[in-house]
């Protein structure tokens, strides 16, 4: 079946700092992927996602590339925020006819310090 | 623009009654997906329904029912409810049934069982 694995958390980082949320996925043909960003209290917001191999996802200085050779979608960000403290969830979407529903990873909570 | 609207955002029920909740996709949204998320967990597929009819099922009890109407609302009614109910319920649409078309989430319901 299909499934997302992600990095454990928290991932603690200072404001300005990289960060990089890896994300890894098992399934058959060409999924879709998405990142998608749950601030607290509060519900899911896509933040990027890719539809082929090779494809890159950016949106509010994130980014992330659909990388099919390691079956990976790691979410990268040049510089974090104090604002960028959520959880974030790499999630994928199979394009395999009616089959689609998201499957999740974990969730990887991250917290940005001044 | 419009998002999806779930209602009411939170519910507080004891065990053995029963829940509605109602979910209002996006205008032209076909498609809506319901999500349970437990605490600290990742978003787990219940259900989704296509042109009011079921397209695909996950892991919902059988306690638990939906349908989606003519106007494409969806409800998820839940019966005999158990502690282990309690979680944060999204409701998600999109536009056609197709892995590529992306899911936009609601902001939840939290319900909490006693």
């Known amino acids: 079946g299909n499934s997302v694995t992600q990095m454990e958390g928290p991932v603690t980082l200072s404001e300005e700092a990289f960060l990089t949320i890896n994300c890894t996925y098992t399934a058959t043909g060409y999924p879709s992927l998405f990142w998608y960003v749950q601030y607290p209290g509060e519900g899911l917001q896509l933040l990027l996602k890719a539809t082929k191999a090779d494809d890159k996802g950016s949106n509010k200085g994130f980014e992330a590339t659909y990388r099919k050779e390691t079956t990976s979608f790691h979410l990268e960000k040049g510089s974090v925020q104090v604002s960028d403290s959520a959880v974030y969830f790499c999630a994928l979407l199979p394009n395999t006819g009616t089959a689609s529903k998201l499957t999740f990873g974990t969730g990887t909570r991250l917290q940005v310090t001044l | 623009a419009a998002g999806v609207i779930q209602s009411p955002r939170h519910l507080i029920k004891e065990k053995r009654e029963t829940a509605t909740l109602k979910c209002y996709p996006i205008p032209r949204h076909d498609t809506v997906y319901w999500y349970q998320q437990g605490p600290g967990q990742d978003p787990q597929f219940l259900i989704s329904?296509?042109?009011?009819?079921?397209?695909d099922k996950g892991s919902i009890p059988d306690r638990f029912s939906a349908q989606q109407f003519s106007d494409y609302h969806s409800e998820l009614n839940m019966s005999s409810l158990e502690l282990g109910d309690s979680a944060l319920y999204f409701c998600?649409?999109?536009?056609?049934?197709?892995?590529?078309?992306?899911?936009?989430f609601g902001p939840g319901t939290r319900l909490t069982v006693t």
């Open positions: 998600a649409s999109s536009l056609g049934i197709l892995g590529s078309y992306e899911q936009y």
């Open positions: 329904f296509y042109e009011k009819m079921q397209s």
